[in-house]
């Protein structure tokens, strides 16, 4: 069971709670259909000013070898060089600039979207779905957004030529995001690991 949160105590340091998070795609295949798939491993860091919007910020590591569309042979293209060439480039990051209010629960996030070593700025619209704090005490808040990109505009374009005319693969990409952000909760001093030197006595000789 979640609790409503006021806005303003919701400021702080976040993190992406991945168990309730999706981060994905959508493009259209064949002039026909539209295939959806998934990053199943991402990591982020991210600040939320309730107050005063202008000053959050976020930064998003997504590991692109974790991209999962539900077909093994078609995710094995993508993680090629034709597409999103994982061996070379292991992730795709997103490092925001600027936070715009927009009225009411929606935002835009604007930020450079690094693919395939190719730096494009890019503008996120998001709404904010709800804020709350679970059973265990932590806060959190929802977020959904989504953005258009050009697979060309990062080197992506490869392609083959339909008999019927048209492309198999739509240049045009809808990147999803549907994220629950949990407060980064802080972590325990280390305890200092023991030694046989931390356990002699003062004077003491092996």
């Known amino acids: 069971m979640t609790s409503t949160t006021t806005a303003p105590a919701m400021t702080g340091e ?3 709670d991945a168990a309730n998070s999706r981060i994905g795609f959508a493009a259209c295949y064949a002039m026909v259909s539209t295939v959806r798939g998934r990053f199943d491993r991402f990591d982020a860091t991210i600040h939320v000013d309730a107050t005063e919007p202008e000053r959050s910020s976020a ?3 997504l590991f692109a070898a974790s991209i999962d569309t539900g077909q093994l042979q078609r995710d094995e293209h993508l993680r090629s060089p034709d597409f999103l060439d994982v061996d070379t480039y292991p992730e795709i990051r997103f490092d925001s600039t600027a936070v715009r209010p927009l009225g009411g629960d929606r935002y835009e996030l604007a930020g450079e979207l690094t693919i395939c070593a190719i730096t494009q700025p890019v503008a996120i619209e998001f709404t904010v779905t709800g ?3 679970d059973h ?4 959190l808040i929802g977020f959904a957004g989504s953005v258009l990109i050009s697979r060309a505009a990062f080197g992506m374009r490869w392609n083959a030529i339909l008999e019927t005319g048209g492309v198999l693969v739509a240049d045009e990409v809808c990147l999803e995001f549907d994220l629950a952000l949990m407060r980064r909760q802080a972590r325990p001093a280390s305890t200092p690991r023991r030694t046989w030197l931390s356990v002699l006595r003062p004077g003491h000789r092996r």
């Open 136 to 139: 265990r005490g932590i806060d």
């Open 14 to 16: 976040y993190e992406i």
């Open 59 to 61: 930064q998003v590591c």
């Open 131 to 133: 804020t709350s704090t």
